[in-house]
């Protein structure tokens, strides 16, 4: 028998303040009145994560792991607490559950955690009375039952995770875009969005840090098969829809119910699939363009030198979870070690530095990546001839160059401006 449940997301802007959590409130009783069962799952307000962060660094420049978890799952339940209030409000019985209430049980990696089970009979018996049900997202609880937070923009992994066991008919991520679009479309208002989309192409598209979803949840999506559909709060617009590919025709065409139709206009700025006689059909497409400003260049220097000191900072930075990419040996002579992390991790990174690498000379720089993603780039080579008369005619530094099958991704040395991600976009997404 098909699931009538269905997983509703709604992240921090969609939540942002009374008047937005209305219409969330109404977004889910659509739903809810089309005879489904309702899960939703909210972020924190706003930028209230943010704001945790801020104000917990000014009672100390290192906090502890486990408090600062305890303090940030504190957004996600100012949020479900509210939006509960609001929908028993409207005649809506409605119940709010914080991650352990849900049974969403994590490792104890503190502000990285990863859900290892959920245990769904709360969530159940709440359905069963007919209720909606409300999750805190971004967090659940470890084995000596302490809070834990699954990363920044964790919500996204919550929703899809519970999808996956509950078996809902579809998660949906709202958010202030109505889909995942060839790059920003806050950034460059050209940008066009995709209809439907890969678990692969999305995950290439999410490592690379573009916001609209949360990596870990498209390998959950994937799989378990569950289909994601990001749409907007503020529109009824279709959204892209993200899917094993054999059968996303179809449940394309399944998806357009009532709900999702309604006020849907065929002139949206909609990416065009259809043959056209122009093509050359084996040419590259380019799908996505990514720039990714949130990431810290970090050098550690030290006197002398032995190779079991590059191991040892590699394996403190792997058991720790700091995400470090492009690590660079760059003398034996003495120590001078460099390699980059998203910004996220850099108070976990510091405190390490303070317990384990103390005398270190650590000097940080912010960077920007930028990645051009789509199959079979490699194989044009005019595509990369681009790209580089770009950076070259910006007189811009590459301190990394990647190159694969579906993907060119550069390392700067700098923060680079959002004319660069105009200028790539024009060249290689509207030509
Ligand atoms: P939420 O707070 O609802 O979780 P996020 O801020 O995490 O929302 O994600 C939505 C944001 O993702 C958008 O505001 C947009 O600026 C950003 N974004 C980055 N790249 C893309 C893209 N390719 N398509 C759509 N949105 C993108
Ligand atoms: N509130 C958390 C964050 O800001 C989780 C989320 O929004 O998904 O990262
Ligand atoms: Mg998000």
Known sequence: MDSNIVVLKFGGSSVADNLKLNVVAKKII????????????VSAQGKTTDGLIK??????????DREMDVLLSTGEQVSMSKLAILLNRLGYEAVSLTGMQAGIKT?????????????????EEEL??????????????????????????????TAVALAAVLNAKHCYIFSDVDGVYTTDPNKITTAKKLETLSYEEMLEIANEGAKV?????IEIGEKYNVPIVTK????????????????????QNKLQNQIESKLYNKQDNIENKTYNKQDKIEDARVKSIVKNDDIIYINMKYDTYSPEMFYKIYATLVKNQIGANHLQNNSTHHTDISFTCPASALNKFQNLLEKDFKSFDTTYTNISRIAIIGHGIRNDDTILEKVLNIIELNQLEIY?????????AMLFTTKVSNTILEQLHKELVEE
Do not use: M, W
Not at 213 to 217: G, W
């Open 30 to 41: 659509d739903f809810y009145k089309e005879n489904l069962r309702v899960v939703v799952v």
């Open 55 to 64: 104000e917990a660094k000014e009672l100390a420049n290192l906090p502890n």
């Open 107 to 123: 490792n104890d990696l503190n502000q990285n955690a990863k859900i290892e089970n959920i245990d769904t009979t709360r969530i």
């Open 128 to 157: 069963e009375k007919g209720k909606i049900v409300i999750v805190a997202g971004f967090q659940g609880y470890n084995e000596k039952g302490d809070i834990t937070t699954l990363g920044r923009g964790g919500s996204d992994t």
């Open 213 to 217: 979803l949360h990596n870990r949840c």
């Open 232 to 251: 907007s709060t503020f529109n009824n617009k279709p959204g892209t829809i993200l899917q094993d590919e054999k059968i996303q025709n179809i449940e």
């Open 400 to 408: 990394h160059l990647e190159v694969n099958e579906s993907k060119i």
